[in-house]
């Protein structure tokens, strides 16, 4: 009986598991665009993962308010093979279902959110507008 109820907790688990990795996919489509914040390594460039994943990215969210339509959080573990470093610290990955969505969100909040980056690294982001194909 007991072995039965683990497996089954087992199973719950595995599931909702999977059902989060896969809600970013659910609410993703063909002609959204992403926009991708990227944070590259180098020798004296920091970042606070906390910082940022727990009061930046959630201070866009609000800013940003209905126009942002998915977040995600990228860090860096290695580079091609464990042995060679982490080519970015983190990457973010913004989504809305238009560019003006995203250009009407940023723009107005432009001066806050640029300016709280100090609070999280020193690194000068790199960012890029896309459109979403798969």
């Known amino acids: ?3 039965k109820i683990i497996a089954l907790i087992l ?5 909702t598991a999977f059902q989060q990795n896969t809600s970013a996919d659910a609410k993703t ?5 992403k926009v991708t914040i990227l944070y590259p390594n180098g020798d004296g ?3 606070d993962m906390d910082y940022y994943s727990n009061k ?3 201070m866009l969210k609000t800013l940003m308010g209905d126009s942002l ?10 580079g091609r093979t464990p042995d060679e470093p982490i ?10 279902d238009k560019l003006s969505a995203y250009q009407n969100s940023f723009g107005p909040n432009a001066e806050k959110i640029v300016g709280d980056i100090p609070n999280y690294t ?12 798969q």
């Open 87 to 96: 080519p970015y610290l983190a990457i973010g990955y913004l989504y809305f």
């Open 1 to 3: 009986m007991k072995t």
């Open 29 to 33: 489509k063909k002609g959204m665009i």
């Open 69 to 78: 339509k998915l977040l995600e959080i990228d860090k860096g573990i290695s």
């Open 11 to 15: 199973g719950a688990v595995i599931l």
């Open 56 to 58: 930046h990215m959630p």
């Open 45 to 47: 460039k920091t970042f």
């Open 122 to 133: 020193n690194i000068q982001p790199i960012v890029q507008i896309s459109e979403v194909l």
